[in-house]
């Protein structure tokens, strides 16, 4: 009965591989995002779906994709892996309509290696 | 845009001892004001935030914060910490006039309770 769960929780990949980060949710939410955190734990918001739709989309490079197949899933797929996208990876979800007062709920990271 | 600073990246403290983490932003418009905490190997929970009204805000855990626009902080308290309590936290702010979040963290506090 998680609320926000991620697949994989690790994943240790080679330069110039593409992956993908799942996320889903089961608090009815509408809105997710995708955040980043480095190795000195600075956490950045990158991207933002409400009902599948994206509205936030920050300066990431396009090798990132996210996919938003529906309100509970948000997938990120990462083309030709570089070391620095080596990192810890937080999906959160929250209720859209609070006009910013809206708390979000993070799943536990998806932690990637790129070697 | 908005940028949030915590000066302090580590906080030891003895179990019991009280504690507080410092967070100021710095913002050309109002904002709302949030601190999530992490514990180890895991995603941010919300601890509290400030969205109007009375500028000291609670949490269920005994944590408070005030915030104080005249000095742009929003500082966190605990009079009495536990073991528990270790974890880092995070100061966040969210601009007021967007009719969506978009958290902006600052790079945490490490706080470390000894017995």
């Known amino acids: 009965d998680t609320a926000v769960s991620q697949t994989p929780k690790y994943l240790v990949t080679q330069m110039g591989n593409d992956k993908s980060i799942k996320c889903e949710q089961n608090?009815?939410?509408?809105?997710m995002y995708w955040y980043k955190q480095d190795s000195k734990k600075f956490l950045k918001i990158m991207f933002s779906y409400n009902n599948k739709e994206l509205i936030i989309n920050e300066t990431v490079p396009n090798r990132f994709s996210p996919k938003s197949p529906d309100k509970a899933h948000l997938n990120l797929h990462i083309n030709s892996l570089e070391l620095g996208d080596s990192a810890v990876y937080f999906c959160?979800?929250?209720?859209?309509?609070?006009?910013?007062?809206?708390?979000?709920?993070f799943g536990p990271g998806t932690r990637l290696l790129v070697l | 845009a908005q940028s949030v600073t915590q000066l302090d990246s580590q906080v030891p403290v003895f179990e019991e001892a009280p504690v507080e983490l410092r967070c100021n932003y710095s913002?050309?418009?109002?904002?709302?004001l949030f601190w999530y905490v992490q514990y180890p190997n895991q995603g941010l929970q919300l601890l509290l935030k400030?969205?109007?009204?009375?500028?000291l805000v609670e949490s269920i855990n005994g944590f408070e914060a005030e915030f104080n626009k005249s000095q742009t902080s929003f500082h966190l308290r605990k009079p009495s910490v536990h073991i528990s309590d270790t974890a880092e936290y995070f100061c966040?702010?969210?601009?007021?006039?967007?009719?969506?979040?978009?958290?902006?963290f600052g790079t945490g506090t490490r706080l470390l309770v000894s017995p």
């Open positions: 608090l009815g939410h509408d809105t």
């Open positions: 400030y969205l109007s009204g009375s500028t």
């Open positions: 966040a702010v969210s601009d007021r006039r967007t009719g969506f979040q978009k958290l902006v």
């Open positions: 959160a979800s929250s209720q859209f309509g609070l006009a910013g007062r809206e708390t979000q709920y």
């Open positions: 913002s050309s418009v109002s904002v709302y």
